[in-house]
């Protein structure tokens, strides 16, 4: 009789699915715990057009004024309509209590229903890897958590996004479409990850890929019916989006990171962090779009390659305020640690497993990969905030997930793996915080970046 092969952790899980009441219960935790922080008194900067636009849709104002949808898609109205309801009835006194609660709920959804649902595609999610991840979401999001801003709604898209590909059926194409189309609307940044899962799904499913163009095509129908409705133009996006693709780029080529500081109401919000090498490389020169700013990258190398590393990095070095900026010195050095060594050593453990598991390629692997990829160059080609890495950090909380839920490592190759991990976390980190030596307050301009 063959002698059984020793059963490791990651197949343990296997014969453990996690009961339909406990994952309700982890939920139901997670909840708590995220709306067990106070609200936000007060509503600034970004999210006061985000739930502006919701309450427009309630009362006589314009959603288009309140929202500013020439700038921001029309879906971004939707996003927290149910917590200006809430406030409606209730007050506005519960303003900043009904969002949290919102948030709190999604940020529930996203720790103990997709992040598992995306380790499910290299691994069954059993208990604990849904307690990793509920875990992991809980210290990550929690900041988001008081404020309504897109950040959430697009990470929880993507994820869906992923998580629909990995499924087989038509309807399942159409949620995936559906989510993506939402997600470019609500976030243009989403755009890059997306358009390289668009590219794999039409190559692996072909013909059937239109069922998912089909989704897009109903989620970006309110985006054009309402520009119609406004004269502009037959696109589905929003009309000043040329505009603020030309300020990205702009900025893109020299600002390493972009901070909105939570201050008094006298005080400069804006913080900008630079890259005096490459305004000395650029030379004035400034890129005015997307291809201007690859070709500036391009005809710039050396110098531009430590300034890209420098933006990724700087967008993993989290402080504890992020979304916002409240320095807390000391505190913030420890969360910036754990958020780079979350997200380096997630994805560190994915790519380990799809190593070892070479044929069992999905287009679920695949979409997670091009979502990462996609995200990180949107930190790149952008004027990155902390908040636009969301992404990579939740992608890396259910990498780490497979890596506490699987057990220790385990032979020699896995114990290199480890130390490579350790260097990587190191060195993302120390280029981060290279990358924010140069910082000043108020509009970045060329001139005043070289002169730091």
């Not at 109205?77 to 009835?89: F, H, I, K, Q, S």
């Not at 779009?289 to 390659?305: I, N």
């Amino acid at each position: 009789m063959a002698q059984a092969l020793p059963v490791e952790g990651p197949l343990r899980e296997q014969t453990h699915r996690v009961p339909g009441g406990l994952r309700a219960a982890l939920g139901a935790l997670l909840v708590l715990v995220v709306h067990l922080q106070p609200p936000a008194p007060v509503f600034r900067y970004d999210a006061t057009r985000y739930w502006g636009g919701a309450q427009a849709l309630l009362d006589e104002r314009s959603a288009v004024v309140e929202g500013l949808l020439d700038l921001r898609g029309v879906l971004t109205t939707l996003l927290y309509l149910p917590a200006a309801v809430v406030t409606r009835l209730a007050g506005d006194d519960l303003a900043g209590a009904a969002v949290l609660a919102e948030n709190a709920v999604l940020i529930g959804l996203i720790g103990v229903v997709l992040l598992p649902a995306l380790v499910s595609i290299w691994r069954p999610a059993g208990p604990w890897t849904v307690v990793c991840c509920a875990f992991g979401t809980a210290v990550v999001t929690g900041g988001f958590a008081p404020f309504p801003l897109t950040d959430l709604w697009a990470a929880a898209l993507l994820l869906t996004v992923v998580a629909a590909l990995h499924r087989q059926g038509r309807g399942w194409l159409v949620l995936a479409g559906v989510a993506a189309g939402a997600a470019v609307n609500i976030r243009p940044a989403a755009l890059l990850p997306l358009a390289a899962v668009g590219v794999a799904v039409l190559l692996a499913r072909r013909w059937a890929a239109l069922w998912a163009a089909l989704g897009a095509t109903l989620a970006l129908a309110p985006q054009v019916a309402l520009n119609r409705s406004r004269g502009t133009s037959w696109l589905p996006v929003p009309p000043g989006t040329g505009g603020l693709t030309e300020l990205q780029a702009s900025f893109a080529s020299y600002v390493v990171r972009y901070d909105t500081v939570v201050a008094g109401p006298d005080a400069e919000p804006r913080l900008f962090s630079c890259s005096p090498a490459m305004v000395d490389a650029l030379a004035g020169e400034v890129p005015r779009s997307p291809a201007g700013l690859a070709s500036a990258f391009l005809h710039h190398l050396p110098q531009s390659v430590p300034f890209a590393a420098q933006k990724v990095g700087a967008a993993l070095h989290w402080p504890l305020s992020t979304p916002y900026l409240t320095p807390a010195p000391g505190v913030d050095v420890v969360f910036a640690v754990l958020v780079t060594a979350v997200s380096v050593a997630g994805v560190a453990a994915l790519l380990r497993l799809s190593t070892r598991e070479r044929g069992r390629t999905t287009l679920g692997r695949v979409a997670v990969l091009l979502v990462w990829l996609g995200s990180l160059a949107t930190l790149v080609t952008s004027a990155t905030e902390t908040r636009f890495a969301l992404p990579l950090v939740l992608i890396g909380v259910a990498g780490c997930a497979t890596v506490v839920a699987g057990g220790r490592p385990q032979g020699r190759s896995a114990w290199w793996w480890v130390a490579g991990t350790v260097v990587a976390v190191a060195a993302v980190y120390a280029v981060g915080v290279a990358g924010l030596q140069h910082p000043f307050a108020g509009m970045a301009t060329p001139e005043l970046c070289s002169g730091r």
